[in-house]
Protein backbone atom coordinates (compact mmCIF):
# COMPACT_ATOMS: atom_id res chain seq x y z
CA UNK A 1 0.00 0.00 0.00
CA UNK A 2 1.06 3.20 -1.21
CA UNK A 3 1.90 5.70 1.76
CA UNK A 4 0.64 9.59 1.25
CA UNK A 5 3.14 12.01 0.10
CA UNK A 6 3.32 15.06 3.43
CA UNK A 7 4.04 17.92 0.98
CA UNK A 8 5.85 20.72 2.15
CA UNK A 9 4.72 24.14 2.76
CA UNK A 10 6.33 25.24 -0.83
CA UNK A 11 4.59 22.21 -2.49
CA UNK A 12 1.47 23.18 -1.04
CA UNK A 13 1.72 26.66 -2.25
CA UNK A 14 3.11 25.69 -5.73
CA UNK A 15 0.08 23.69 -6.49
CA UNK A 16 -2.31 26.13 -5.33
CA UNK A 17 -0.66 29.11 -7.57
CA UNK A 18 -1.01 26.04 -10.76
CA UNK A 19 -4.79 25.66 -9.50
CA UNK A 20 -5.62 28.76 -9.05
CA UNK A 21 -6.88 30.07 -11.86
CA UNK A 22 -9.26 27.01 -12.66
CA UNK A 23 -10.64 26.45 -9.16
CA UNK A 24 -11.49 29.93 -8.83
CA UNK A 25 -13.54 30.09 -12.00
CA UNK A 26 -15.50 27.12 -10.93
CA UNK A 27 -15.81 28.45 -7.50
CA UNK A 28 -17.03 31.72 -9.29
CA UNK A 29 -19.95 29.51 -11.42
CA UNK A 30 -20.81 27.53 -8.04
CA UNK A 31 -20.67 30.32 -5.98
CA UNK A 32 -21.87 33.70 -8.39
CA UNK A 33 -19.62 35.76 -6.53
CA UNK A 34 -16.14 36.91 -7.42
CA UNK A 35 -15.75 37.94 -3.92
CA UNK A 36 -17.14 35.22 -2.10
CA UNK A 37 -15.14 32.71 -4.62
CA UNK A 38 -12.12 34.49 -3.88
CA UNK A 39 -12.19 34.03 -0.05
CA UNK A 40 -13.49 30.70 -0.15
CA UNK A 41 -10.57 30.02 -2.06
CA UNK A 42 -8.20 32.00 0.11
CA UNK A 43 -10.03 29.72 3.12
CA UNK A 44 -9.31 26.81 1.59
CA UNK A 45 -5.47 27.31 0.96
CA UNK A 46 -5.71 27.74 4.91
CA UNK A 47 -6.88 24.47 5.08
CA UNK A 48 -5.02 22.75 2.94
CA UNK A 49 -1.85 24.32 4.84
CA UNK A 50 -2.94 23.02 8.23
CA UNK A 51 -4.14 19.39 6.79
CA UNK A 52 -1.91 17.95 3.82
CA UNK A 53 1.23 18.13 6.10
CA UNK A 54 0.06 15.81 8.50
CA UNK A 55 -2.75 13.53 5.89
CA UNK A 56 -0.89 13.60 2.79
CA UNK A 57 -1.60 15.38 -0.52
CA UNK A 58 -4.85 14.58 -2.20
CA UNK A 59 -5.29 11.96 -5.29
CA UNK A 60 -6.94 15.10 -7.03
CA UNK A 61 -5.72 18.52 -5.32
CA UNK A 62 -7.78 20.98 -7.33
CA UNK A 63 -11.12 18.47 -6.33
CA UNK A 64 -9.80 18.66 -2.91
CA UNK A 65 -9.48 22.69 -3.13
CA UNK A 66 -13.38 23.29 -4.67
CA UNK A 67 -15.00 21.15 -2.04
CA UNK A 68 -13.43 22.90 0.90
CA UNK A 69 -13.82 26.43 -1.06
CA UNK A 70 -17.58 25.26 -1.63
CA UNK A 71 -17.69 24.37 2.38
CA UNK A 72 -15.76 27.48 3.68
CA UNK A 73 -18.68 29.57 1.21
CA UNK A 74 -21.22 27.84 2.75
CA UNK A 75 -20.01 28.86 5.99
CA UNK A 76 -19.22 32.13 5.35
CA UNK A 77 -22.60 32.98 3.69
CA UNK A 78 -24.51 31.34 6.46
CA UNK A 79 -22.68 34.38 8.79
CA UNK A 80 -23.64 36.95 6.39
CA UNK A 81 -27.16 36.01 6.84
CA UNK A 82 -27.42 35.08 2.95
CA UNK A 83 -27.45 31.42 3.28
CA UNK A 84 -31.19 31.01 2.23
CA UNK A 85 -30.34 33.06 -1.25
CA UNK A 86 -27.57 30.77 -1.97
CA UNK A 87 -28.24 28.09 -0.03
CA UNK A 88 -29.89 25.84 -2.89
CA UNK A 89 -28.04 25.90 -5.82
CA UNK A 90 -24.90 25.20 -3.61
CA UNK A 91 -26.78 22.49 -2.49
CA UNK A 92 -27.58 21.36 -6.25
CA UNK A 93 -24.51 21.76 -7.48
CA UNK A 94 -23.32 19.33 -3.93
CA UNK A 95 -25.81 16.94 -4.61
CA UNK A 96 -24.98 16.89 -9.06
CA UNK A 97 -21.39 16.05 -8.25
CA UNK A 98 -22.29 13.41 -5.27
CA UNK A 99 -24.12 11.84 -8.81
CA UNK A 100 -21.20 11.90 -10.78
CA UNK A 101 -22.30 14.77 -12.79
CA UNK A 102 -20.01 17.47 -11.16
CA UNK A 103 -17.11 19.44 -13.28
CA UNK A 104 -14.61 17.32 -14.78
CA UNK A 105 -11.06 17.48 -12.80
CA UNK A 106 -9.33 15.43 -15.47
CA UNK A 107 -6.23 17.79 -16.18
CA UNK A 108 -5.86 15.71 -19.30
CA UNK A 109 -9.58 16.57 -21.04
CA UNK A 110 -10.53 20.35 -21.34
CA UNK A 111 -14.17 20.88 -22.37
CA UNK A 112 -15.31 24.27 -24.12
CA UNK A 113 -16.64 26.54 -23.27
CA UNK A 114 -15.08 25.82 -20.21
CA UNK A 115 -15.28 27.14 -16.46
CA UNK A 116 -12.17 29.89 -17.28
CA UNK A 117 -13.54 30.80 -20.44
CA UNK A 118 -16.95 31.47 -19.11
CA UNK A 119 -15.41 33.56 -16.47
CA UNK A 120 -13.32 35.58 -19.39
CA UNK A 121 -16.63 36.62 -20.90
CA UNK A 122 -18.40 37.01 -17.96
CA UNK A 123 -15.33 39.90 -17.08
CA UNK A 124 -15.43 40.87 -20.57
CA UNK A 125 -19.08 41.90 -20.52
CA UNK A 126 -19.87 45.00 -22.20
CA UNK A 127 -21.48 46.87 -19.27
CA UNK A 128 -17.92 47.14 -17.93
CA UNK A 129 -15.12 49.43 -19.20
CA UNK A 130 -12.80 47.58 -21.37
CA UNK A 131 -9.96 48.60 -19.20
CA UNK A 132 -11.88 47.37 -15.94
CA UNK A 133 -13.01 44.12 -18.28
CA UNK A 134 -9.01 43.24 -18.75
CA UNK A 135 -7.59 43.87 -15.36
CA UNK A 136 -10.35 41.97 -13.37
CA UNK A 137 -9.99 38.74 -15.88
CA UNK A 138 -6.42 39.25 -15.28
CA UNK A 139 -6.39 39.56 -11.44
CA UNK A 140 -9.51 37.14 -11.10
CA UNK A 141 -8.19 34.55 -13.52
CA UNK A 142 -5.28 34.33 -13.33
CA UNK A 143 -4.06 36.18 -10.20
CA UNK A 144 -2.01 38.53 -11.21
CA UNK A 145 -0.72 41.31 -8.45
CA UNK A 146 -2.78 44.67 -8.41
CA UNK A 147 0.71 46.39 -8.84
CA UNK A 148 1.22 44.33 -12.17
CA UNK A 149 -1.97 44.76 -14.07
CA UNK A 150 -1.20 48.55 -13.24
CA UNK A 151 2.60 48.18 -14.86
CA UNK A 152 0.58 46.71 -17.88
CA UNK A 153 -2.16 49.40 -17.85
CA UNK A 154 0.61 52.13 -16.88
CA UNK A 155 -1.43 53.39 -14.39
CA UNK A 156 -1.05 53.89 -10.61
CA UNK A 157 -1.43 50.59 -8.18
CA UNK A 158 -4.50 52.89 -6.58
CA UNK A 159 -6.38 53.74 -9.97
CA UNK A 160 -5.74 50.53 -10.75
CA UNK A 161 -7.26 48.61 -7.17
CA UNK A 162 -10.29 51.14 -7.62
CA UNK A 163 -11.32 50.06 -10.93
CA UNK A 164 -11.00 46.33 -9.72
CA UNK A 165 -13.40 47.17 -7.14
CA UNK A 166 -15.88 48.97 -9.28
CA UNK A 167 -16.04 46.06 -12.05
CA UNK A 168 -16.43 43.70 -9.74
CA UNK A 169 -19.48 45.55 -7.69
CA UNK A 170 -21.29 46.49 -10.96
CA UNK A 171 -20.89 42.53 -11.88
CA UNK A 172 -23.04 41.86 -8.43
CA UNK A 173 -25.16 44.77 -8.85
CA UNK A 174 -26.20 44.39 -12.79
CA UNK A 175 -26.27 40.31 -12.24
CA UNK A 176 -24.25 39.76 -15.19
CA UNK A 177 -24.33 35.78 -16.00
CA UNK A 178 -21.70 33.70 -16.24
CA UNK A 179 -21.97 32.25 -19.48
CA UNK A 180 -20.36 32.24 -22.67
CA UNK A 181 -22.54 34.96 -24.71
CA UNK A 182 -25.21 33.99 -27.58
CA UNK A 183 -23.75 33.88 -31.21
CA UNK A 184 -24.79 37.08 -31.81
CA UNK A 185 -23.40 38.98 -29.02
CA UNK A 186 -19.50 37.43 -29.17
CA UNK A 187 -18.80 40.13 -31.42
CA UNK A 188 -18.98 42.87 -29.23
CA UNK A 189 -16.99 40.88 -26.60
CA UNK A 190 -14.23 39.28 -28.70
CA UNK A 191 -11.71 42.40 -28.71
CA UNK A 192 -11.75 42.72 -24.59
CA UNK A 193 -11.12 38.60 -24.75
CA UNK A 194 -8.32 38.79 -26.95
CA UNK A 195 -6.85 41.73 -25.48
CA UNK A 196 -6.90 39.68 -21.92
CA UNK A 197 -5.37 36.53 -23.26
CA UNK A 198 -2.79 38.37 -24.97
CA UNK A 199 -1.87 40.45 -21.86
CA UNK A 200 -1.66 37.27 -19.68
CA UNK A 201 0.55 36.30 -21.97
CA UNK A 202 2.84 39.23 -22.17
CA UNK A 203 2.86 38.90 -18.47
CA UNK A 204 4.26 35.37 -18.41
CA UNK A 205 7.00 36.55 -21.11
CA UNK A 206 8.04 39.54 -19.81
CA UNK A 207 7.53 40.10 -15.94
CA UNK A 208 7.31 43.80 -15.13
CA UNK A 209 8.33 43.00 -11.92
CA UNK A 210 10.36 40.04 -9.66
CA UNK A 211 13.19 38.06 -10.27
CA UNK A 212 12.48 36.16 -13.02
CA UNK A 213 12.18 37.97 -16.42
CA UNK A 214 9.81 34.99 -17.84
CA UNK A 215 6.64 33.28 -15.52
CA UNK A 216 6.09 29.94 -17.52
CA UNK A 217 3.04 29.05 -16.03
CA UNK A 218 1.52 32.38 -17.20
CA UNK A 219 3.06 31.93 -20.85
CA UNK A 220 0.91 28.38 -20.65
CA UNK A 221 -1.81 29.42 -19.22
CA UNK A 222 -2.19 31.79 -22.00
CA UNK A 223 -1.89 29.25 -24.85
CA UNK A 224 -3.99 27.40 -23.16
CA UNK A 225 -6.96 29.76 -23.35
CA UNK A 226 -5.94 30.81 -26.50
CA UNK A 227 -6.29 26.94 -28.19
CA UNK A 228 -9.77 27.19 -25.95
CA UNK A 229 -10.98 30.67 -28.01
CA UNK A 230 -9.74 29.11 -31.26
CA UNK A 231 -11.71 25.97 -30.59
CA UNK A 232 -14.96 28.52 -29.30
CA UNK A 233 -14.62 30.53 -32.49
CA UNK A 234 -13.72 28.99 -35.28
CA UNK A 235 -14.13 31.43 -37.89
CA UNK A 236 -12.66 34.47 -36.02
CA UNK A 237 -9.07 35.03 -37.89
CA UNK A 238 -7.83 37.42 -34.81
CA UNK A 239 -7.94 34.41 -32.39
CA UNK A 240 -5.88 32.63 -34.60
CA UNK A 241 -3.82 35.27 -34.92
CA UNK A 242 -3.28 35.74 -30.91
CA UNK A 243 -2.79 32.03 -30.80
CA UNK A 244 0.14 32.24 -33.99
CA UNK A 245 1.68 34.98 -32.28
CA UNK A 246 2.18 33.63 -28.74
CA UNK A 247 3.29 30.16 -29.86
CA UNK A 248 5.60 32.00 -32.14
CA UNK A 249 6.69 34.27 -29.24
CA UNK A 250 6.57 31.51 -26.92
CA UNK A 251 9.20 29.67 -28.75
CA UNK A 252 12.59 32.00 -28.51
CA UNK A 253 11.27 31.61 -24.32
CA UNK A 254 14.20 29.31 -23.75
CA UNK A 255 16.44 31.46 -25.05
CA UNK A 256 15.84 35.09 -23.75
CA UNK A 257 17.96 33.70 -20.79
CA UNK A 258 21.05 31.86 -20.14
CA UNK A 259 22.48 29.76 -17.79
CA UNK A 260 22.66 32.37 -15.02
CA UNK A 261 19.32 33.91 -16.16
CA UNK A 262 20.37 36.99 -17.51
CA UNK A 263 18.42 38.22 -20.78
CA UNK A 264 20.05 37.25 -24.55
CA UNK A 265 18.61 40.16 -26.83
CA UNK A 266 17.30 38.05 -29.95
CA UNK A 267 20.01 39.02 -32.25
CA UNK A 268 22.40 36.86 -29.66
CA UNK A 269 19.88 34.04 -29.00
CA UNK A 270 21.23 30.52 -29.94
CA UNK A 271 17.95 29.81 -32.28
CA UNK A 272 18.74 25.98 -32.07
CA UNK A 273 16.78 26.21 -28.90
CA UNK A 274 13.93 27.62 -30.83
CA UNK A 275 10.84 25.32 -30.56
CA UNK A 276 10.24 24.25 -33.97
CA UNK A 277 7.14 22.46 -33.28
CA UNK A 278 5.19 25.88 -31.92
CA UNK A 279 6.90 27.73 -34.96
CA UNK A 280 5.30 24.91 -37.51
CA UNK A 281 2.06 25.30 -35.47
CA UNK A 282 2.34 29.03 -35.64
CA UNK A 283 3.40 30.02 -39.11
CA UNK A 284 0.30 27.22 -40.23
CA UNK A 285 -1.98 29.41 -38.51
CA UNK A 286 -0.27 32.97 -39.72
CA UNK A 287 -1.54 31.19 -43.28
CA UNK A 288 -4.82 30.75 -42.31
CA UNK A 289 -5.44 33.99 -40.18
CA UNK A 290 -4.16 36.06 -43.02
CA UNK A 291 -5.98 34.23 -45.95
CA UNK A 292 -9.26 34.98 -44.14
CA UNK A 293 -9.35 39.00 -44.95
CA UNK A 294 -7.62 42.13 -44.33
CA UNK A 295 -5.40 41.49 -41.15
CA UNK A 296 -5.90 42.82 -37.65
CA UNK A 297 -3.28 43.31 -35.15
CA UNK A 298 -2.34 40.11 -33.76
CA UNK A 299 -2.28 38.62 -37.44
CA UNK A 300 0.51 41.09 -38.64
CA UNK A 301 2.31 41.08 -35.14
CA UNK A 302 2.34 37.12 -35.71
CA UNK A 303 3.59 38.30 -39.19
CA UNK A 304 6.50 39.98 -37.80
CA UNK A 305 7.20 37.08 -35.13
CA UNK A 306 7.12 34.67 -38.67
CA UNK A 307 9.87 36.73 -40.19
CA UNK A 308 11.96 36.01 -37.73
CA UNK A 309 11.00 32.71 -36.94
CA UNK A 310 12.06 32.00 -40.64
CA UNK A 311 15.81 33.53 -40.33
CA UNK A 312 18.13 31.10 -39.35
CA UNK A 313 20.39 33.41 -38.49
CA UNK A 314 20.06 37.31 -36.99
CA UNK A 315 21.78 38.88 -39.67
CA UNK A 316 19.10 37.03 -42.46
CA UNK A 317 16.58 38.99 -40.49
CA UNK A 318 14.27 40.77 -43.67
CA UNK A 319 13.89 43.90 -41.36
CA UNK A 320 12.86 45.56 -44.48
CA UNK A 321 9.62 43.72 -44.71
CA UNK A 322 9.21 44.03 -40.72
CA UNK A 323 9.42 47.41 -40.84
CA UNK A 324 6.68 47.52 -43.61
CA UNK A 325 4.63 45.16 -41.30
CA UNK A 326 4.78 47.30 -38.83
CA UNK A 327 3.69 50.81 -40.84
CA UNK A 328 0.67 48.46 -41.69
CA UNK A 329 0.15 47.49 -37.93
CA UNK A 330 0.64 51.37 -36.89
CA UNK A 331 -2.49 52.01 -38.69
CA UNK A 332 -4.59 49.17 -37.50
CA UNK A 333 -3.30 49.60 -34.38
CA UNK A 334 -1.82 53.53 -33.92
CA UNK A 335 -0.42 52.76 -30.55
CA UNK A 336 2.46 54.22 -28.81
CA UNK A 337 4.08 50.70 -28.04
CA UNK A 338 3.82 50.10 -31.95
CA UNK A 339 5.29 53.22 -32.76
CA UNK A 340 8.14 52.45 -30.77
CA UNK A 341 7.95 48.99 -32.39
CA UNK A 342 8.13 50.46 -35.61
CA UNK A 343 10.77 52.88 -34.95
CA UNK A 344 12.89 50.44 -33.63
CA UNK A 345 12.36 48.18 -36.73
CA UNK A 346 13.12 51.16 -39.50
CA UNK A 347 16.49 51.34 -37.28
CA UNK A 348 17.32 47.68 -38.08
CA UNK A 349 16.27 48.46 -41.70
CA UNK A 350 17.65 52.24 -42.36
CA UNK A 351 20.48 52.57 -39.39
CA UNK A 352 20.44 53.93 -35.85
CA UNK A 353 19.95 57.78 -37.08
CA UNK A 354 16.44 57.61 -38.70
CA UNK A 355 15.22 55.25 -36.01
CA UNK A 356 16.49 57.42 -33.57
CA UNK A 357 14.69 60.35 -34.98
CA UNK A 358 11.10 58.54 -34.78
CA UNK A 359 11.47 57.39 -31.80
CA UNK A 360 12.54 60.92 -30.37
CA UNK A 361 9.26 62.23 -31.82
CA UNK A 362 7.35 59.70 -29.47
CA UNK A 363 8.62 61.89 -26.70
CA UNK A 364 5.08 63.57 -25.70
CA UNK A 365 3.42 60.30 -26.52
CA UNK A 366 1.56 60.08 -22.88
CA UNK A 367 0.82 56.83 -22.89
CA UNK A 368 4.64 55.47 -22.77
CA UNK A 369 5.35 57.75 -19.76
CA UNK A 370 6.68 55.43 -17.43
CA UNK A 371 7.59 52.99 -20.08
CA UNK A 372 11.40 51.43 -19.94
CA UNK A 373 11.55 50.21 -23.08
CA UNK A 374 11.75 53.45 -24.90
CA UNK A 375 14.73 55.53 -22.60
CA UNK A 376 15.83 51.98 -23.23
CA UNK A 377 15.22 51.78 -26.96
CA UNK A 378 17.06 55.71 -27.37
CA UNK A 379 19.83 54.55 -25.54
CA UNK A 380 20.41 51.61 -27.35
CA UNK A 381 20.80 53.74 -31.14
CA UNK A 382 22.76 56.51 -28.86
CA UNK A 383 25.31 53.87 -28.28
CA UNK A 384 25.63 52.52 -31.55
CA UNK A 385 25.61 56.51 -32.93
CA UNK A 386 28.65 56.52 -30.66
CA UNK A 387 26.75 59.45 -28.22
CA UNK A 388 27.70 58.19 -25.39
CA UNK A 389 26.96 61.13 -22.69
CA UNK A 390 23.29 60.83 -24.01
CA UNK A 391 22.97 57.18 -23.91
CA UNK A 392 24.49 56.99 -20.55
CA UNK A 393 21.57 59.43 -19.47
CA UNK A 394 19.03 57.64 -21.47
CA UNK A 395 19.81 54.48 -20.01
CA UNK A 396 19.51 55.81 -16.33
CA UNK A 397 15.60 56.89 -17.43
CA UNK A 398 15.41 53.69 -18.39
CA UNK A 399 16.67 52.48 -14.65
CA UNK A 400 14.72 54.72 -12.70
CA UNK A 401 11.17 52.95 -13.82
CA UNK A 402 12.20 49.48 -14.92
CA UNK A 403 10.27 47.22 -12.77
CA UNK A 404 11.99 43.51 -13.58
CA UNK A 405 15.25 42.59 -12.20
CA UNK A 406 16.39 40.72 -15.00
CA UNK A 407 15.98 43.79 -17.02
CA UNK A 408 17.57 45.98 -14.54
CA UNK A 409 20.63 44.15 -14.65
CA UNK A 410 21.00 44.30 -18.59
CA UNK A 411 20.54 48.00 -18.03
CA UNK A 412 22.86 48.18 -15.39
CA UNK A 413 25.32 46.34 -17.75
CA UNK A 414 24.88 48.53 -20.73
CA UNK A 415 25.24 51.69 -18.52
CA UNK A 416 28.37 50.84 -17.43
CA UNK A 417 29.79 49.98 -21.09
CA UNK A 418 29.08 53.68 -21.63
CA UNK A 419 29.43 55.69 -18.25
CA UNK A 420 32.59 56.01 -18.65
CA UNK A 421 32.46 58.52 -21.21
CA UNK A 422 30.63 60.82 -17.84
CA UNK A 423 33.20 63.32 -16.78
Known amino acids: MLRPVHPSREVIERVFKEERGRILATLIRILGDIDLGEEALAAALEAALVQWPHEGTPANPRAWLIRAARNKAVDRVRRRALFEEKRAEIEAEAAHER ?13 VPDDQLRLIFTCCHPALAVEAQVALTLRTLCGLETDAIAHAFLVPPATMAQRLVRAKSKIRQARIPYAVPDAEDL ?17 GYAASSGASLIRRELCAEAIRLGRLLVELLPAEPEAR ?29 DRARWDRDEIREGLALIDGALRAGPPGAY ?27 YAVLRAVNPSG ?29 ASLVGYH ?31 NDTDRRFLERRLAQVAPARS
Request: overall charge negative; charged content about 25%; proline content about 2%.
Open 187 to 203: PARVDAVLAVIYLVFNE
Open 241 to 269: GLLALMLLTDARRDARVDAGGEMVLLEDQ
Open 99 to 111: EGAAVDFDDDEVS
Open 299 to 325: ALQAAIAGVHARAARADETDWREIAAL
Open 337 to 365: VVALNHAAAVAMAEGPAEGLRLMDALAGD
Open 373 to 403: LLPAARADLLRRLGRLREAAAAYREALAVVG
